[in-house]
């Protein structure tokens, strides 16, 4: 697999597991929580209008 | 003083025209931006070679450089967004410069946080007064002062234009900004190993960069573009556009 | 021009009238500077290594601070909206409220520097880089601290925000004006970084004051 031995190899990362699986994991982290936010943001603003438009109907 | 414009342009200025465009871009950018990623990060950490020096740990090099890359070009963004939101008085020119300020400050995380992070197993020590590592972090300083600039106005428009104001006098001051640290990191510290200087990158090690900078910008653009267009919604609620577009998906 | 110049004397008289405003910041200056050697070491080698670090960062704080009621009183009784729909230009009112707050703030700071200096035992020969660094630092601090304050002026809670939308942007100032004070410590030259203070300074009053203008123009009709 690549330029490692083993997949255990792989994960130790010569030594340096934790530093290349912290930043992977941090960057990753970021990365969805952008997405998340925005997603939530998005369902947010259309259950309002949903709200908003059967408040509507029921007042007409 | 009048300067004519093509048209496209203009069409930018209306924000339904610019919805519209925006979601016909999207899912191209979405997919690109998930297939350049997903390629660079097995590419990186599994196929490029170790490097001589660093070890594995260099494969930090893939996630770090273009977040400080993109973490840049997002302030560019939304410096030109404002100066056209400024003199042309577009309101989708703003938005979008709104919508790039909380993707530029996660980029600017990101790479502080990795560059953090690589500095521990390179110089031995979780922050180094590195003169890339302090700009990047004045850099997230006036992220967080312009974000904070939005939020502070109850008037979503003058809050947009004010941050417009700070945006491009914070864009006069990052060479400014950049020098001076530059200038103080060499008379403070002796010349220290910098992380990403390297004589010659292999091409098995700049390739996965080049792919995962490409892949930053998809994704980038992706988010940009996602977020513009939930504020347009949000901003022009009351429009019939928005009206029907909200119908249609009840 | 004339504007310029009745804007200055309008404020200085303002502020002589009301002394508190002027003294309250030097008062800031020297107390935050007394606290470094309870806080640190009374001993003067600490101190003197520290101290240009101090005195500026005390003063880049103490500038602040003052900043915050810049345009507070003219904004909120109609004077610059005035200012604004007059043929006048907000450019010179900007100029000239951001001037006498030099006046008021950097200037006297830059006089009262070398009494703090001897508190801190910064070595006699760094005495004139202090003074001059300050005085040719301080008015780019008020220059660029004034578009946070015309910014930030209509809004209830300024105080906080200013010094969060100024203090990256004075990082180069600090930079160079500490800069200046150490290389006093050790006997170098100093012109240099005078140049390059100067140069900020004069890049500074060409553009600060249009974006002063604009941020005032913004707040009065938000």
Redesign the interface.
Known sequence: MGYFNSFSDFLDMGGHALYVWLSYAITLLIFIANILSLWLKKRAFFNLAKRHAKREQRNS | MKINMPRWFYQLASPKWSYDFMGILLPWFATAALLLLGVGFVWGLVFAPPDYQQGNSYRIIFIHVPSAILAQSCFMLMAVASGIG?VWKMKVAHIVAKSAAPIGASMTIIALATGAIWGKPTWGAWWVWDARLTSML?LL??Y??II??YS??S?KS?GE??AA??T???L??IP??K???E??NT?HQPATFTLTKKPAMPPEMWLPLLVMVLGYYCFFAFLLMARTRLELLERENKSSWVIALINEKI | MSFFVHTLQRDLLLAFRNRNDIVNPLAFFVIVIALFPLAVSPDASVLSTIAPGIIWVAALLATLLSMDGLFKNDFDDGTLEQVLVSPQSLVLLALGKVFSHWLMSGFLLALLSPLLAVMLFLPTQAILALVSSLLLGTPTLSL?GA?GAG??V??R?GGV?IS??V???Y??VL??GA?AVQAGVMGMPIAGYLALLGA?MV?SLM?APF?VA??LK??I??
């Open positions: 400024l004045i300083f006036l967080v002062g904070a600039l502070a106005f008037n003058s234009q004010a104001i700070l491009l006098v914070g006069v001051n400014i900004i020098y001076s640290v200038w103080w008379l | 660029i578009i910014l930030t209509g809004l809670k925000l969060l939308l203090l990256p942007l990082i180069p930079i160079f800069g900020i890049f553009f974006a604009a941020a913004l707040s009709r938000n």
